[in-house]
């Protein structure tokens, strides 16, 4: 057995491989981590998630060198974009597709110009400062390379970025960073889909992720996050995403259950008329344990927020899910909405759902509500004396249950692979990709 000790965790990656111009932000980062507390059972937000997972193994190595094929895993056929291609946390050039597009950067940072560092430097570990997760700061102890992209103000992005975060099983177990920074000047508008993989075969290493997003004044990004890696993974990161005025960002992020799955998304509302729409789909089965906590901060007036969650677990898997929202006093006339719903296909299945609202201010419309249920009897009636099996039947009904979130997706080849997934995940490839009737 390993042991996820956290003064050796701290020096894993050591500076032999870091970028010089990150190393006073990588002993930022090492400091917070050593003065943090690793979370417990008995911290709140970590109440329903225990970290013994990672005492199962020992995590702490540095990765091999790997290579592998971009395949079916990590494409999505038809897609017109950019793709840049991270192995275990290590770019790979001859993996990736870069295409030109003016106002629009999109770099490893281990190949970033002057004026890329400048953006680098002007926003990196700025935006989740703050978050109260340890585990960012593990991400920046970590740091050792990333990827950059930046729109500039007025530009729209032709093509979405594409970046894939592709899991290579090796000798030893062990643990990488993976690192986004995601800018956009103001009027700027852009596609990006972080896509989380691993090839066939238990995966047997730790991944620590962290994304930060800037939005600009009347910027607009639409923000895709797929966790699709083998389910046992254990992937434990944050998505930050800054608001300017009159910003807004459309979030989609689609979650495979795993060994230990964790994802964390703060938004913060720091321009007035800023808006997000953030909508999740998360499946888990077997024994897999998977949690999603979002915390909205509304710190100015008139913002707006819409959360819908969807979650499907079977066998005896756990899920999780904790949404927050936090108005500030100065933030009236705020408009905020949360719904997650949870549909159970067993009876050893287990979901902890726990819905937030604080609001300090006397101006606002909001509003909060989450449900636990087992598959509808009067629908699976209906579709039973209609000569359909049962189990045919809860497949059905499953699937209409979290559809709706990924039927209207605008990038058409990503649609059609979401529903791939989907209907693979409940047995059904052939026959539920297409739009349902």
């Known amino acids: 057995m390993g042991a996820f000790d956290?003064?050796?965790?701290?020096?894993?990656?050591?500076?032999?491989?870091?970028?010089?111009?990150?190393?006073?932000?990588?002993?930022?980062?090492?400091?917070?981590?050593?003065?943090?507390?690793?979370?417990t059972r008995k911290t709140?937000?970590?109440?329903?998630?225990?970290?013994?997972?990672?005492?199962?193994?020992?995590?702490?190595?540095?990765?091999?060198?790997?290579?592998a094929p971009i395949d079916a895993a990590a494409l999505i056929a038809g897609l017109d974009a950019d793709r840049l291609v991270f192995v275990n946390g290590r770019y790979a050039p001859g993996l990736s597709?870069?295409?030109?597009?003016?106002?629009?950067?999109?770099?490893?940072?281990?190949?970033?110009?002057?004026?890329?560092?400048?953006?680098?430097?002007?926003?990196?570990?700025?935006?989740?400062?703050?978050?109260?997760n340890p585990f960012a700061a593990l991400n920046g102890c970590w740091l050792e390379d990333g990827v950059l992209f930046h729109v500039g103000a007025g530009v729209k992005a032709a093509r979405p970025l594409h970046?894939?975060?592709?899991?290579?099983?090796?000798?030893?177990?062990?643990?990488?960073?993976?690192r986004l920074l995601v800018v956009l000047g103001r009027g700027a508008e852009a596609g990006l889909i972080e896509h989380f993989a691993s090839l066939p075969g238990e995966h047997n290493g730790f991944v620590s992720g962290s994304t930060e997003i800037r939005v600009g004044e009347s910027a607009q990004l639409r923000h895709y996050?797929?966790?699709?890696?083998?389910?046992?993974?254990?992937?434990?990161?944050?998505?930050?995403?800054?608001?300017?005025?009159?910003?807004?960002?459309?979030?989609?992020?689609?979650?495979?259950?795993a060994r230990l799955k964790r994802l964390d998304l703060r938004v913060r509302h720091l321009g007035a008329g800023s808006e997000c729409r953030l909508n999740g789909v998360y499946l888990a089965r077997r024994e897999q344990h998977i949690d999603l906590h979002t915390s909205v901060e509304h710190e100015v007036a008139q913002g707006t927020t819409h959360q819908v969650y969807r979650g499907i677990v079977d066998d005896a898997a756990r899920a999780v899910f904790n949404g927050r929202i936090h108005i500030h006093p100065q933030a009236q006339k705020s408009n905020a909405d949360l719904s997650n719903r949870n549909l159970l296909l067993?009876?050893?299945?287990?979901?902890?759902?726990?819905?937030?609202?604080?609001?300090?201010?006397?101006?606002?419309?909001?509003s909060h509500g989450a449900t636990v249920s087992r598959i509808d009897e009067k629908s699976l009636y209906y579709l039973l004396t209609r000569g359909i099996g049962r189990r045919e039947a809860e497949v059905l009904l499953g699937f209409g249950f979290i559809n709706e979130l990924v039927r209207d997706i605008p990038i058409e080849p990503l649609g059609v692979a979401l529903r791939a997934v989907l209907s693979g995940w409940f047995g059904r490839a052939d026959e539920l990709q297409g739009e349902p009737s």
């Open 346 to 366: 067993s009876n050893a299945a287990e979901v902890n759902t726990k819905p937030e609202l604080e609001i300090y201010a006397d101006d606002v419309r909001c």
């Open 44 to 67: 709140e937000s970590w109440k329903y998630t225990s970290l013994e997972s990672l005492n199962q193994r020992d995590y702490l190595n540095r990765p091999g060198p790997a290579s």
């Open 97 to 132: 597709q870069l295409g030109h597009q003016p106002g629009v950067r999109a770099v490893s940072f281990r190949e970033a110009n002057p004026g890329d560092r400048a953006v680098i430097e002007g926003a990196l570990g700025q935006i989740a400062a703050g978050s109260g």
């Open 6 to 39: 956290q003064n050796l965790a701290a020096r894993l990656f050591g500076d032999a491989q870091a970028l010089p111009w990150l190393a006073a932000q990588r002993e930022a980062a090492r400091a917070q981590w050593l003065g943090a507390s690793l979370p």
């Open 225 to 257: 996050r797929l966790h699709l890696e083998e389910e046992h993974a254990i992937h434990i990161g944050g998505v930050y995403v800054e608001l300017g005025r009159a910003a807004l960002c459309e979030s989609l992020v689609l979650a495979l259950g």
């Open 163 to 178: 970046v894939v975060h592709l899991g290579v099983a090796q000798p030893e177990a062990f643990a990488h960073a993976q």
